[in-house]
């Protein structure tokens, strides 16, 4: 049975930051990793935290619009990282910012990223795919509604965001056909803050739970396959359009490549109007068990 309460707290406390004494580049922060029932830590925190800490060093005037990454070493779970940011460059229409990670006295994560003040020009996106109502598909909690165990709670109600899968999830069974293409609706627990960095910063965090899902998939797999280990490695995210992360997003996924135990996997964020709002590519570690 699933006991936990639906709520976008820990997305909330994952992107909250404190100013920190900077000890490599220009200024530092310092964000908490939140629970996983893993021994090591979200990704999607990492990211997260990261972009929220390039934002808080440009002026209001220009926003994300790219950010890249390599995770580096695993993350402790429950514990502080320190983010350090260098103002690499801030011209006119573009500023510039690399961020790296501390944690144990080593650096686990970095990442550089790019800001553009907003200008007026053509404008093209790719439709968005083709996509069932999210009110006729099973929420996590109903998909697991059987299932005991921490996984399932966090599956459940520990993530921040309702995450709804087309054809269908693979958190304890492979459901519908093995196929490079699947679909999640997602939409934050709870109301946001009308604060555009905030609703990226989600982006940024909820890119990461399925992404290499894809990729499972193809291969036959699911998250509970016995012996099964997988790793982000290294990440890269666009942001296209604003967009607003507590309502309905459609994550529309395809796995590229697998290959050496390493796989490729691509995503679109489309809102329900169809306007694109982010794309994000990601490189993981996928070693089944023996």
Known sequence: MITGTLTSETFLRAVELTPAPAEVYDEAYEATTQYVPWPKAYGGDMVAQAAAAMMRSVNEDRALHSMHSYFMRPVDVGATVRYEVERLR?????????????????????????????????????????????????????????????????????????????????????????????????????????????????LAYVCDYTILEPLLRVNGLHWSSLGLTTASLDHSMWFHREGRADEWILYAQEAVSSQSNRGLAMGRFFDRQGRLLATVAQEGMIRPGA
Do not use: C
């Not at 501390?102 to 650096?107: D, H, V």
């Open 90 to 202: 801030d011209g006119r229409g573009y500023s510039t910012r690399t961020v790296r990670g501390f944690q144990n006295g080593k650096a686990v994560y970095a990442a550089m990223g790019s800001f553009q003040v907003p200008e007026n020009g053509p404008d093209y996106q790719p439709e968005a795919p083709a996509a069932v109502d999210p009110a006729s598909l099973r929420s996590a909690a109903e998909a697991l509604e059987e299932a005991e165990g921490p996984a399932a709670d966090y599956w459940s109600t520990g993530r921040s965001f309702d995450m709804r899968h087309v054809p269908g999830p693979v958190y304890i069974k492979l459901e519908g056909e093995p196929m490079p293409q699947q679909a999640i609706w997602v939409k934050a627990f709870d109301a946001l803050p009308d604060e555009a960095n905030l609703h990226r910063a989600a």
